[in-house]
């Protein structure tokens, strides 16, 4: 069995899903290069947001370890009226600024269905 990851899919089927509720998508590798992206404004620096993004989420991997505690498949940061959630999905991460009235598990679910699984 072989799971693909698309990231196109996952790109195209969030912005279908949620629309202007969605300010930028990034889709990084571990390491923070961006793979892919869509950024609803012009004045984010992608870059800059995968990097930092990936260095906070190796950091909660880290704490979470120290700990003895798995390390996260996913972060959720809640700042005014907006959600930054960062998963990690084959060695890769996925980041996005959404408003907060949208639900977690949609985000999920919309993911979900764009991985393909092929025997």
Same mark, same amino acid.
């Given at each position: 069995m072989t799971v693909l990851f698309?990231?196109?899919? +996952? +790109?195209?089927?969030? #912005?279908?899903?949620f629309g202007s509720n969605i300010y930028f998508i990034l889709i990084s590798s571990s390491n923070g290069s961006v793979m892919k992206s869509y950024?609803?404004?012009d004045e984010f620096n992608k870059a800059s947001i995968s990097l930092n993004i990936s260095q906070l989420y190796e950091l909660a991997e880290e704490t979470a370890e120290s700990i003895g505690l798995h390390s996260p498949d996913?972060? #959720?940061?809640?700042?005014?009226? $907006? $959600?930054?959630l960062t998963i990690k999905l084959l060695k890769r991460l996925i980041i996005l600024l959404t408003v907060d009235q949208i639900k &977690?598990?949609? &985000?999920f679910s919309t993911i979900n269905k764009s991985v393909n699984i092929e025997p």
């Open positions: 698309n990231p196109d899919s +996952i +790109i195209n089927n969030l #912005i279908n899903d950024i609803n404004e996913f972060n #959720i940061i809640h700042s005014d009226n $907006y $959600y930054i &977690v598990e949609d &985000v």
